[in-house]
């Protein structure tokens, strides 16, 4: 089943913060998050493991409720190039194989 | 590196003909995944290899789809007879490990599909 993400839409001006959602009706292994800026390839972002660890990017911070099937991303004082569809990906057999939520889109306004 | 590779970029083909989407993987990669992407249904996963084997092609739509990987360098999707419901975005990807040794997949720039 495809990880469910909320919301489908956010409007930021530059420096404000939010958060993206994914939830899943499975028992997760890890959970990928991906930035996808149109017309081009999904980028790796973070990686979350069942117990916690975190492999990733800097500047943006997750997190991972292993009893709730539950990821969230935190973008912090979000920049113009934060723009882009932001994807969860979820791994419930934990073979690397993931299954891809239906995206977030982000835009940020100056 | 140069990432993984993809060709041809773009391909426009007529019902009925056979299409071969072409895939480099990053070297030391041992999986490698086949996703399409649309508008309606999002990134889909359509088969996946680890150590050149498939391990998992459930996410193949139907026998007019096939994928191969003869060594760890190279793979092939292919569509055979295409038809207008293939038009989508096909990504290749690659990654190191699996599970908690996962360190995130790498996608292609992805084949643009149009079948008219």
């Known amino acids: 089943q495809q990880p469910v993400q909320s919301p489908q839409a956010v409007i930021l001006r530059e420096g404000e913060d939010a958060v993206i959602n994914c939830s899943s009706s499975?028992?997760?292994?890890?959970v990928h998050w991906y930035r996808q800026k149109h017309g081009e390839a999904p980028v790796f972002l973070m990686i979350l493991l069942k117990g916690g660890e975190q492999k990733g990017h800097e500047k943006i911070s997750a997190s991972f409720n292993e009893k709730k099937q539950q990821s969230s991303l935190y973008l912090t004082a979000s920049q113009l190039s934060y723009s882009g569809t932001y994807f969860c990906g979820t791994d419930s057999s934990n073979t690397g194989k993931l299954i891809f939520g239906q995206g977030t889109t982000l835009q940020v306004k100056p | 590196d140069a990432g993984v590779i993809q060709s041809p970029r773009h391909e426009v083909t007529e019902m009925g003909q056979e299409v071969t989407l072409r895939c480099k993987p990053i070297s030391g990669h041992n999986s490698l995944f086949w996703y399409r992407q649309t508008m309606m249904r999002g990134l889909e996963l359509l088969i996946y290899?680890?150590?050149?084997?498939?391990?998992?092609d459930s996410g193949m739509p139907e026998d007019r789809f096939s994928a191969k990987m003869p060594n760890a360098s190279f793979s092939t999707l292919k569509i055979q007879p295409s038809e207008p419901r293939d038009s989508a975005v096909y990504f290749c990807?690659?990654?190191?490990?699996?599970?908690?040794?996962?360190?995130?997949?790498?996608f292609g720039s992805g084949t643009r599909l149009t079948v008219v």
């Open positions: 290899f680890n150590n050149n084997v498939p391990i998992d």
């Open positions: 990807a690659s990654s190191l490990g699996a599970g908690a040794l996962n360190y995130g997949y790498t």
């Open positions: 499975k028992a997760l292994y890890s």
